[in-house]
């Protein structure tokens, strides 16, 4: 029998993040680059061991490959633990059942067994799709607190926003009143950020009669929530006021790297108390050459910059060779750009290879992306919002 | 090469680096930005799959112990063998201060006689290099040799009064050895490493300790050569070397790895070189800033000029601030109007607002831990 646990994470990492277009055809969304040398993922797996939560199951289902290796022992964030740990959960053969997600409540009422391991007094459901630093525990004593079945974390979002998200109306205690998806007029704009915590036998209980209604879509948001609220369950919510950034598009993916180049970041990654751990690839210090010039950039471990780069995030083990002028952009690891190439307002994906000469995106307009591997020949140019794949030819 | 442990020695004479070895020993000098100096030779036997690799401490290893930890970073902390570090321990026959190698691993025979391999790499601590271990092994096996001596023709490497030179034949046979001579007649130059099987180790050990001999050289090794009673033969590294015994010699290795041909021959990509995560974020580069032939390692926040220099992990330089020819280890700080020059700045050192600092080309200046200037 495994100790007990007070509070077990689950992570929901299994979404397909279609909106980041050729960015996640070959990896899931958590397994996406972001900030010089992290990956999204790197967020709440970090959050959790800064929050003293050392028990996290990652439930993936799409591309997993990629980020299984990531994640690896879970060594990088001291989640390699005889008692605990991180654990990759793709769905499995069960008796002679065997399916795949087909929600997030869906998701984790297939791994309820590994949650009983622990004997949880709560659980906390995280995803995978979040730039943020947010201490988990602080949430778990509100929860306890106020002797809720549930508590969801919330923010303010602007109000012409809120009706694109699920918002929360409240009393002046926190407590959640009602529940409306993406609402027309919304009366509050308190968003949930898709952070739940739940009181485990609440949630085993609602997760049981959630799975025979066959009319359900097994859904947190839809059918979880909605029905815990109509049964007079205690739903609390949880303020948080932090940096939090969906970056489920190309446009946000690139926001949110710009956004650590300005001054303050509005997130600190320098904070040695909350520190963002990440998979370390093991390479020297990047060198700056003769005649190379770096502004406002972010900068890391094992590149070579030869040419210009302006406001722009590099990742580890890329190449800017002579000439090359890199503005507004994101260069994810192991990119090369050759000679005299432009690149401006785009994102380069892994292993690409600009080619000398080439002009990728443009001073307005859309973000342009090449591919991971894709190798851009010599002298093209890529229009602003293009995406280039190992699909696309130059004549 | 599973059958093959290593064994590295950390007790090398320090006197001439000055304030950088006071607290440390040369193995856990940092070095490059974010390594130190242990990290090349452990990464070095790892990459050639060694899987038990033991470290013999002297003194001040306080920082070369919290450096290496259980050996996690190096994939050293398997349950059978991995890392094992070896501090001097007080007995009736030892008194915790080694005379030499032989002294050090008389104590740890126990280290010797547990392990399971059958061939021992012997090393010791203050040359820096990142040699194909698994060829040297390779060569060792196939020569028949029953000792096998790694060296080097680099001169940046020769000493005057210091140093063991060698006489390789054309079959790879050693047939003479000087040690510390005034001037060297021959042009290899020992790099402190050498391999044999443990079981002739655990012998040489036993001699040296019936017949009181101290010294693994002169002793053993001479003789064994001139007498020819034992088949000695080198193996030539021919990659980049350097031999970290003096401030200058630290300084010029740094000054060296800004060198792309011999940054990119110190850290070939089938050969990584391992050390502590210390998951900074990375380096961050303001709008005035110039940062020009330098290494710049995670977590630097550059605002200022940065010229030909080297800065370790969260290392700051502000705005107006101008360093040229710098040596910056871990955090630290270069505050605004201030100007250094050939200096060598140790873990959390300041130089604060408009201080000038020039040192003379061939004699930085080493500004010690945590001084404030």
């Known amino acids: ?395 | 090469m599973k059958d093959v442990m290593g064994v590295i020695y950390t007790g090398e004479n320090d006197a001439r680096l000055r304030e950088l070895t006071m607290t440390r020993a040369i193995a856990a000098l940092p070095v490059a930005g974010r390594y130190r100096v242990i990290d090349f030779l452990v990464s070095a036997m790892v990459n050639a799959r060694m899987r038990n690799v033991g470290v013999i401490m002297q003194k001040n290893y306080h920082s070369l112990m919290d450096h290496l930890g259980s050996g996690k970073e190096w994939d050293l902390h398997g349950k059978n063998d991995g890392l094992y570090l070896l501090p001097p321990f007080l007995t009736r026959e030892n008194v915790g201060v080694y005379n030499g190698v032989l002294d050090a691993l008389r104590s740890n025979t126990n280290y010797l006689t547990r392990s399971r391999q059958e061939y021992v790499v012997f090393s010791g601590s203050n040359f820096i290099y990142n040699a194909r271990f698994s060829d040297f092994i390779r060569y060792h096996l196939d020569s028949g040799a029953e000792i096998t001596l790694m060296y080097t023709k680099n001169p940046s490497v020769r000493r005057e009064e210091a140093g063991t030179y060698l006489n390789v034949a054309e079959d790879g046979r050693v047939t003479d050895v000087e040690k510390d001579p005034t001037e060297p007649a021959n042009e290899a130059t020992f790099m402190e490493v050498l391999i044999m099987r443990r079981d002739l180790m655990r012998q040489i050990v036993d001699k040296a300790v019936a017949h009181g001999y101290h010294d693994l050289i002169r002793d053993l090794l001479i003789p064994m050569v001139l007498t020819g009673q034992a088949r000695i033969n080198a193996w030539e590294y021919k990659g980049p070397v350097w031999l970290i015994d003096s401030v200058q010699a630290f300084f010029r290795f740094n000054m060296d790895v800004l060198n792309t041909e011999t940054r990119r021959a110190l850290f070939p990509e089938d050969l990584p070189v391992f050390t502590k995560v210390r998951d900074e974020m990375p380096a961050r580069y303001g709008d005035a800033g110039q940062c020009i032939n330098s290494l710049v390692a995670d977590g630097c926040i550059i605002e200022g000029t940065v010229e030909n220099s080297v800065l370790f992990r969260g290392v700051r330089i502000a705005p107006d601030a101008h360093i040229k020819n710098c040596i910056i280890m871990q955090d630290g700080q270069v505050h605004s109007g201030a100007y250094i020059e050939n200096c060598i700045l140790d873990k959390q050192a300041v130089i604060k607002r408009n201080a000038r600092l020039i040192g003379p080309d061939a004699y930085p200046i080493v500004i010690a831990k945590n001084v404030v200037i």
Not at chain 1, 210 to 235: C, H, R, T
Not at chain 1, 250 to 260: C, G, Y
Not at chain 1, 359 to 371: D, K, L, M, P, R
């Open chain 1, 1 to 395: 029998m495994m100790r007990k646990k007070t509070c077990v994470a689950m992570l929901l990492a299994g979404g397909q993040g279609s909106r980041l277009g050729i960015l996640t055809k070959r990896v899931a969304k958590p397994a996406v680059p972001y900030g010089g040398k992290y990956r999204i993922i790197d967020f709440p797996l970090s959050n959790c061991t800064n929050s003293g939560i050392d028990t996290v199951g990652v439930l993936t289902q799409y591309q997993p490959l990629e980020l299984n290796a990531y994640i690896g022992s879970g060594a990088p964030w001291d989640l390699d633990l005889t008692n605990g740990g991180v654990f990759v959960l793709p769905p499995y053969q069960k008796g002679k059942v065997g399916e795949w997600y087909r929600g997030t409540a869906n998701a984790i009422y297939q791994n309820m067994a590994f949650i009983e391991q622990y004997h949880p007094d709560y659980v906390l459901i995280l995803s995978g799709d979040h730039i943020y630093k947010m201490d988990y525990n602080a949430m778990l004593q509100h929860h306890i607190r106020h002797g809720a079945d549930a508590t969801i974390a919330v923010r303010e979002v602007p109000w012409e926003e809120a009706p694109r998200f699920g918002i929360m109306n409240t009393d002046s205690d926190d407590n959640i009143i009602e529940f409306e998806e993406k609402p027309k007029k919304p009366k509050s704009n308190k968003a949930s950020m898709g952070v739940y915590i739940f009181t485990w036998e609440k949630l085993r209980k609602y997760l049981t009669e959630d799975e025979a209604d066959k009319s359900s879509s097994n859904d947190f948001g839809k059918n979880i929530i909605p029905k815990m609220l109509a049964e007079k369950q205690v739903l609390v919510s949880y303020s948080f006021d932090g940096y939090w950034k969906d970056v489920g598009t190309i446009e946000s993916l690139w926001e949110a790297n710009m956004d650590l180049l300005t001054t303050p970041m509005p997130i600190d990654l320098h904070d040695k108390k909350w520190r963002i751990f990440a998979r370390n690839p093991g390479y020297a210090p990047h060198y700056v050459a003769v005649g190379a010039t770096v502004h406002d950039s972010l900068v890391t471990e094992g590149t070579e910059i030869y040419g210009h780069v302006e406001h722009s995030v590099i990742f580890s083990g890329v190449t800017i060779e002579e000439g090359a002028k890199v503005t507004d952009a994101v260069i994810m690891p192991g990119v090369t750009i050759r000679r005299g190439a432009v690149v401006r307002r785009a994102i380069v994906a892994e292993d690409a290879i600009v080619g000398a000469g080439s002009i990728v995106g443009e001073e307005t307009g859309n973000i342009a992306v090449v591919g991971y591997e894709v190798e851009l020949p010599a002298g093209v140019s890529v229009a602003a919002g293009q995406q280039v794949d190992e699909s696309v030819t130059f004549g």
